[in-house]
């Protein structure tokens, strides 16, 4: 690995929050923002996650626990990823990690070790990846998304660029920032390329829960994560529990060992009577997760068609997760100056897509977590500040 290690290079990770940011900004001098920046859903933590952190903490729930978490939550996960993967991996297949975004750099830290080791993953993607591989010094080998493939990840893509070196391929399905969901078929071509090439393949499955007109699949039901695979889910989403931080990996026993090493030499172990609290997350009603994605519908459908109402504007119908992406490179303007544009003018806060690496330049991402009345507004305000 290189001798000093370039802090500078997380800044591209940090870009989302920069935004908000410069929105609070504009806030505080008394402007009104309409926020779509971040993807932090609206709606509150189901009542039964508050009632079991707030038992766990009457019952003084409150000190250490093992560093790869506490087995009733373990437990609930490997019933959890039976139901929905087809397979049970090990307890000692399992970590808990403080949010799914730290599990993207304790994987890629605990399996990349060379310089010269190559990871492949999209673009644009999820800014932590890029920022992560930044920071490690490795050999990054970003695969442009195509629009006309409804910025799905091509699996002919990422054989073609598949070499000796490679040691990890990242896939995000549902994915951020463009709500794409990728195929069964593509999810399995994906899987034998890993077993075919023995790479380690980084499944960030984050929305798994949040599908719309087409199926979440996971390519970890071919080797059931004992080889190659590494599941990272987390209950931000899916549960609203963004400020809990609190997520979780499934991966081979090898890279797990690594994995818990760094997270008992960083952080200790996730907080106690938050571990305690999800369990019936997993376990207890979905009521709350079915009525959010019927309002998510409703949201996604509004904004998509206000989006494509917009002069210069066209966008796809995303496929999961909260996010649309749409191409704006028929208003002649930047992906940066557009959105600065529409901060300042409109009122309206969103994301350039080159945030999520070159290849969203002419495109903003839409972060649609928010009430219909609001996304109907931002329309407005949008096609006003334009005119």
Same mark, same amino acid.
């Given at each position: 690995?290189?001798?000093?290690?370039?802090?500078?290079?997380?800044?591209?990770?940090?870009?989302?929050?920069?935004?908000?940011?410069?929105?609070?900004?504009?806030?505080?001098?008394?402007?009104?923002?309409?926020?779509?920046?971040?993807?932090?859903?609206?709606?509150?933590?189901?009542?039964?996650?508050?009632?079991?952190?707030?038992?766990?903490?009457?019952?003084?729930?409150?000190?250490?626990?093992?560093?790869?978490?506490?087995?009733?939550?373990?437990?609930?996960?490997?019933?959890?990823?039976?139901?929905?993967?087809?397979?049970?991996?090990?307890?000692?297949?399992?970590?808990?990690?403080?949010?799914?975004?730290?599990?993207?750099?304790?994987?890629?830290?605990?399996?990349?070790?060379?310089?010269?080791?190559?990871?492949?993953?999209? #673009?644009?993607?999820?800014?932590?990846?890029?920022?992560?591989?930044?920071?490690?010094?490795?050999?990054?080998?970003?695969?442009?998304?195509?629009?006309?493939?409804?910025?799905?990840?091509?699996?002919?893509?990422?054989?073609?660029?598949?070499?000796?070196?490679?040691?990890?391929?990242?896939?995000?399905?549902?994915?951020?920032?463009?709500?794409?969901?990728?195929?069964?078929?593509?999810?399995?071509?994906?899987?034998?390329?890993?077993?075919?090439?023995?790479?380690?393949?980084?499944?960030?499955?984050?929305?798994?829960?949040?599908?719309?007109?087409?199926?979440?699949?996971?390519?970890?039901?071919? #080797?059931?994560?004992?080889?190659?695979?590494?599941?990272?889910?987390?209950?931000?989403?899916?549960?609203?529990?963004?400020?809990?931080?609190?997520?979780?990996?499934?991966?081979?026993?090898?890279?797990?060992?690594?994995?818990?090493?760094?997270?008992?030499?960083?952080?200790?172990?996730?907080?106690?009577?938050?571990?305690?609290?999800?369990?019936?997350?997993?376990?207890?009603?979905?009521?709350?997760?079915?009525?959010?994605?019927?309002?998510?519908?409703?949201?996604?459908?509004?904004?998509?068609?206000?989006?494509?109402?917009?002069?210069?504007?066209?966008?796809?119908?995303?496929?999961?997760?909260?996010?649309?992406?749409?191409?704006?490179?028929?208003?002649?303007?930047?992906?940066?100056?557009?959105?600065?544009?529409?901060?300042?003018?409109?009122?309206?806060?969103?994301?350039?897509?080159?945030?999520?690496?070159?290849?969203?330049?002419?495109?903003?991402?839409?972060?649609?977590?928010?009430?219909?009345?609001?996304?109907?507004?931002?329309?407005?305000?949008?096609?006003?500040?334009?005119?």
């Amino acid at each position: 690995m290189n001798e000093e290690l370039d802090f500078e290079s997380l800044r591209t990770g940090a870009g989302i929050f920069e935004v908000l940011s410069k929105a609070k900004a504009l806030e505080r001098e008394g402007k009104t923002i309409l926020h779509f920046e971040i993807g932090q859903p609206d709606f509150h933590t189901p009542s039964h996650v508050k009632d079991a952190a707030k038992q766990a903490l009457d019952d003084n729930f409150t000190g250490y626990v093992p560093a790869a978490g506490i087995r009733g939550l373990r437990e609930a996960i490997q019933d959890e990823i039976e139901q929905t993967r087809g397979f049970k991996p090990s307890l000692e297949q399992i970590l808990i990690t403080p949010g799914a975004n730290p599990g993207i750099y304790f994987t890629l830290r605990a399996i990349v070790n060379k310089h010269a080791d190559e990871v492949i993953f999209s #673009d644009p993607s999820f800014p932590t990846y890029g920022a992560v591989l930044n920071y490690l010094g490795c050999a990054k080998k970003p695969i442009p998304l195509k629009e006309e493939n409804k910025f799905r990840l091509d699996p002919v893509d990422i054989e073609a660029n598949i070499s000796k070196n490679t040691k990890v391929v990242i896939i995000n399905s549902p994915m951020n920032p463009t709500g794409s969901v990728m195929k069964e078929d593509e999810i399995n071509r994906v899987a034998e390329l890993a077993e075919e090439h023995e790479f380690y393949l980084l499944t960030d499955e984050i929305y798994s829960k949040m599908t719309y007109d087409q199926k979440f699949h996971s390519p970890s039901t071919r #080797d059931c994560t004992k080889e190659r695979t590494v599941i990272l889910d987390g209950f931000s989403k899916a549960y609203n529990m963004t400020g809990w931080r609190l997520g979780y990996a499934v991966a081979p026993e090898p890279i797990m060992d690594r994995m818990s090493l760094l997270i008992s030499t960083t952080v200790s172990c996730v907080a106690s009577f938050i571990q305690r609290a999800a369990i019936p997350a997993l376990t207890g009603p979905q009521t709350d997760l079915h009525n959010n994605m019927k309002a998510f519908r409703l949201r996604r459908d509004t904004i998509v068609e206000g989006l494509n109402s917009i002069p210069g504007f066209s966008c796809l119908t995303p496929q999961g997760a909260f996010y649309t992406f749409p191409n704006i490179k028929q208003t002649g303007m930047s992906s940066k100056e557009l959105a600065d544009f529409l901060l300042t003018e409109a009122g309206v806060a969103c994301l350039p897509g080159t945030i999520f690496g070159e290849h969203g330049e002419g495109y903003l991402r839409f972060s649609y977590a928010t009430d219909v009345s609001i996304i109907q507004q931002a329309i407005v305000q949008v096609k006003d500040a334009l005119a």
